[in-house]
Nanobody
């Protein structure tokens, strides 16, 4: 069965950095949109960034642009989220998720994704 496992969450001070990893085991790694999402207590889950595994196509939420970078390593079947200049409002549980898209039409809406990881906690203190 498809499996996604997040790691790298931690507690950091505002202005700090973290790199999250998502180890992916899918029926096929190619042609998947793999996204990072976060959910703060009492809030809806929101898309942060997504990448298409067949190319370097990426998409970011406005809150992530300029501070976060999504990338992937095909040889390791791993997707990363480098987060810099972290703010307290970045606090939440971060999830990675995947959906097969042969055409690379990736989106940030959580409802578009099928397979999900269990999440990793990120806490940013001021």
């Amino acid at each position: 069965a498809p499996q996604l496992v997040e790691s790298g969450g931690d507690s950091v001070q505002a202005g700090g950095s973290l790199r999250l990893s998502c180890a992916v085991s899918l029926y096929t790694y190619r042609r998947n949109c793999i996204g990072w999402f976060r959910q703060a207590p009492g809030k809806e889950r929101e898309g942060v960034a997504t990448i298409w595994t067949d190319a370097n196509f990426t998409m970011y939420a406005g809150s992530a642009k300029g501070r976060f970078t999504i990338s992937h390593d095909n040889a390791k079947s791993t997707v990363y989220l480098q987060m810099d200049s972290l703010k307290p409002e970045d606090t939440g549980t971060y999830y990675c998720a995947a959906v097969y898209r042969y055409d690379g039409n990736c989106a940030l809406a959580p409802s578009r994704y099928v397979d999900w990881g269990q999440g990793t906690q990120v806490t940013v203190s001021s």
